[in-house]
């Protein structure tokens, strides 16, 4: 039997890059795939690469109304939910220090990547009690558990979803319901191959990855692991899938 067979699996931010990899994996391994993208061509264009049903739904991250209502249409259209991948997020070249980083991008940067994720669980979570529990997968970052010069704004939120990914693990444990998270080292899609061109910090991280560069399918068989019963007794925890960088 497939890993995932009969379970249905919600992914934010899945139009491309890791999340689009993941919907792939996902749908692979037998899981009904929601596709929850807020360029709703680039989530379409997904779901008719992962196959197995899947369903693009437009939706904001950052916008209470418009991702409750994303859970709910994939709930309505699946019957349910047992997996919650909040993927979505990013930083941009924008990032700096604390002393110096523009003010509205730190605000951006917690408003996507940190606040987007406590929503998909404040939405999410509950419905995947209701389908008798499942597994939700944050996306951390291998920059929550080391320094960094030049990325505070995109350190401090994921930062906080570490922390978060924690808490709810304790909270929710009790209704079945497994929350995890991932720390990708910079991973080779489009978006942090444009990032990487001209910020010195970020391409001497990539030099520092002792088993080479990581692709968005290596991700994806990360969150495909914490997804399926195999990870069955783990909680709580933040996976560094990053070549090593964090012990080198």
Not at 34 to 58: F, K, P, S, V, Y
Not at 91 to 114: H, Q, Y
Not at 146 to 165: E, L
Request: aromatic share 4%; charged share 15%.
């Amino acid at each position: 039997m497939p890993r995932l067979a009969e379970r249905i699996a919600f992914i934010t931010g899945a139009g491309t890059g890791i999340g689009r990899a993941t919907a792939r994996a996902f749908a692979a391994a037998g899981a009904r795939v929601a596709i929850a993208e807020i360029n709703a061509q680039a989530g379409e264009e997904t779901a008719h690469l992962a196959g197995n049903g899947a369903i693009a739904i437009r939706a904001d991250v950052t916008d209470p109304d418009s991702l409750a209502g994303a859970i709910g249409r994939a709930v309505g259209h699946f019957g349910g939910l047992h997996i919650l991948h909040n993927n979505a997020g990013g930083s941009t070249p924008a990032d700096g220090s604390a002393v110096d980083a523009p003010i509205e991008e730190f605000w951006r940067v917690i408003k996507l990547d940190l606040f987007g994720t406590f929503l998909g669980c404040r939405f999410g979570i509950p419905e995947i009690i209701r389908s008798g529990g499942g597994s939700v997968i944050n996306m951390a970052s291998n920059l929550a558990l080391m320094g960094i010069a030049g990325r505070d704004c995109y350190t401090a939120a994921k930062g906080g979803v570490a922390a978060m990914t924690r808490s709810l693990a304790v909270e929710f444990a009790p209704q079945k319901v497994r929350v995890n998270a991932l720390a990708p080292s910079a991973t080779m899609t489009d978006r942090v191959k444009a990032l990487m061109a001209g910020n010195a910090a970020i391409d001497r991280l990539a030099q520092s990855h002792l088993l080479g560069l990581i692709a968005p399918e290596d991700i994806a068989q990360a969150a495909l692991f914490l997804a399926s019963a195999e990870s069955g007794k783990i909680t709580g925890q933040i996976l560094p899938v990053d070549s090593g960088v964090t012990i080198s």
